[in-house]
């Protein structure tokens, strides 16, 4: 009533809003007492509502096997009985105290595959010699004498299997998306240095335009310029001579009017008004030398132009390579063996200056083991941990491996930078270093404080595999084969260093000599 009330305030028509029919004037609307009494009712008494049709089970689901009729959906299959109920059919499994204690499975189609086809029986054993599920006459039948356990417990089995399968899956997957995100920074990197170097590239090579443009600017005006003098110059010269000429023209004039003078006595008397001739440049002076004009700066200009070409040449072969050299994070393809891994093994030692004072180094410092040490102090030597670290800074691809004995051994892979005491010394336990803890029991992976529990067996042998250029640094257990433990994907700052630590005494851990 509220809504048609406020719906009709707005209006100048009003209509109802079930038949449409209009009036004039405004209707006073009353309540349905019918209807008022008949919804009180229903609110008091309910409605028991039909199933709906998603309840009834279509051609992919499982229908329940007591209903008759129109089957409803299953909600659980019984392992036990072997059939599959709707809610309605379920009750007396969780009623019931007989059937509380049947197994209760999501529906399934295929309940009758757990039937024996011999002794149409359950099967709840399996024969692991035969890698089959059996009934219990089975086991005592055809398959007496094999190694037999009941399903749970081969589920079970297999169960822990199968989760540590898809902790590997899971692993790699995270792997893989951190290498994917690696790759895409990656793509935005290359594309951000190939447009700001092709940027800056250009600007370099128009200020080389624009200093050349300056240079020619600057030939043409010293030309023009040094063309302006030697013009004037030689007009100067060019004047005088033709002044000389024109006065020389005046006085022969006069003396071929003199010489003309048929009177004796006249021809004397006007021969000393005649003055005498100024001196004049010997015109052999202005030839005195081959006359050079501009064009050896035109052999100046072209010796340049040639060695800027050659200087071009040598540049733009470094230009090439540089570009082709490109730094990208792709990293090269891991061996598929162990023997593939020795291409790259490498000689490791370790540095006595580094060594904790419990540790004793041997076998030219390829071994320690730990022992007290008389060496003096050393501000690169550890004083909190039992750890040492190699000589050699570890760049490009390498490989290494370790053999421990003992309850507690640390594989290292670190800066060199690292702390030397405190707990920020600890392998594993600050953002310098990478740790494989190996024990008789497990291997554990440390990082950054941060640990990661390995499910793989244990070995007495370990394979590290660095590759620094593409920030990959992969653990492996080696034994008749390698598996891998754990991998890294990251970006090295520094040069590497291997790292060896004990956590017990009578602990030992060598690198060993790879063939």
Not at 20 to 25: A, D
Not at 116 to 145: A, N, P
Not at 203 to 223: E, G
Not at 240 to 269: C, G, P, V
Request: one cysteine or more; proline letters at 4%.
């Amino acid at each position: 009533m509220k809504c048609i009330q406020g719906f009709w305030d707005g209006e100048n028509i009003y209509s109802c809003p079930q038949c449409r029919k209009t009036f004039i004037p405004r209707p006073v609307l009353e309540k349905n007492t019918m209807l008022a009494d008949l919804i009180e009712e229903l609110k008091k008494t309910g409605l028991q509502a039909a199933p709906a049709d998603h309840c009834y089970a279509g051609p992919e689901d499982v229908s329940c096997d007591v209903c008759s009729g129109r089957k409803l959906k299953a909600i659980k299959s019984c392992l036990i009985c072997l059939a599959s109920y709707c809610e309605k059919h379920l009750q007396p499994h969780l009623d019931e105290a007989a059937c509380k204690i049947h197994k209760l499975v999501e529906p399934s189609k295929n309940l009758q595959q757990n039937i024996c086809s011999i002794h149409d029986e359950v099967m709840k054993m399996f024969c692991r010699t035969d890698q089959k599920c059996i009934c219990y006459l089975c086991s005592v039948d055809e398959h007496e004498g094999h190694k037999i356990v009941s399903a749970a417990a081969e589920r079970t089995e297999r169960q822990r299997d199968l989760e540590e399968s898809q902790q590997q899956i899971q692993q790699r997957i995270q792997d893989r998306e951190k290498e994917v995100k690696l790759l895409q920074q990656e793509v935005e990197a290359i594309n951000h240095s190939a447009d700001q170097t092709v940027k800056d590239s250009e600007k370099i090579f128009t200020q080389m335009i624009h200093l050349i443009q300056k240079r020619s600017c600057d030939v043409k005006q010293q030309i023009r310029s040094q063309q302006q003098t030697e013009v004037s110059r030689v007009k100067d010269l060019q004047e005088e001579l033709e002044q000389e000429i024109t006065e020389l023209k005046r006085r022969d004039a006069e003396l071929k009017q003199l010489l003309l003078t048929e009177d004796h006595s006249q021809f004397l008397l006007n021969y000393p008004s005649l003055p005498p001739l100024s001196e004049s440049t010997p015109s052999s002076s202005i030839n005195v030398r081959p006359l050079r004009y501009f064009e050896e700066v035109t052999a100046a200009v072209s010796e340049l132009t040639d060695k800027l070409k050659e200087l071009l040449r040598e540049e733009w072969t470094n230009i090439s390579l540089t570009v082709t050299n490109v730094d990208v994070l792709l990293p090269e393809p891991e061996p598929k063996s162990r023997a593939g891994y020795f291409q790259f093994s490498c000689h490791i030692t370790l540095d006595p200056n580094t060594a904790h004072r419990q540790l004793l180094l041997s076998e030219e410092n390829r071994q320690k083991i730990e022992q007290p040490q008389s060496d003096s102090d050393h501000p690169d030597r550890f004083t909190e941990y039992v750890q040492v670290l190699s000589r050699e800074s570890l760049t490009g691809r390498c490989y290494w491996e370790v053999e421990w004995r003992g309850t507690v051994v640390f594989v290292a892979v670190t800066y060199k930078n690292i702390s030397r005491s405190g707990n920020e010394s600890r392998f594993g336990f600050n953002d310098k270093s990478w740790t494989l803890s190996c024990s008789p029991k497990r291997f554990l992976f440390y990082h950054n404080s941060l640990q990661t529990s390995i499910s793989a067996p244990v070995s007495s042998r370990v394979g590290v595999y660095l590759d620094h250029k593409a920030g990959v640094l992969s653990f492996y257990s080696v034994s008749e084969s390698m598996t891998l433990l754990y991998r890294v994907q990251t970006t090295f700052t520094q040069p590497l260093h291997a790292g060896l630590g004990l956590g017990w005494l009578g602990n030992t851990a060598k690198f060993c000599k790879l063939k």
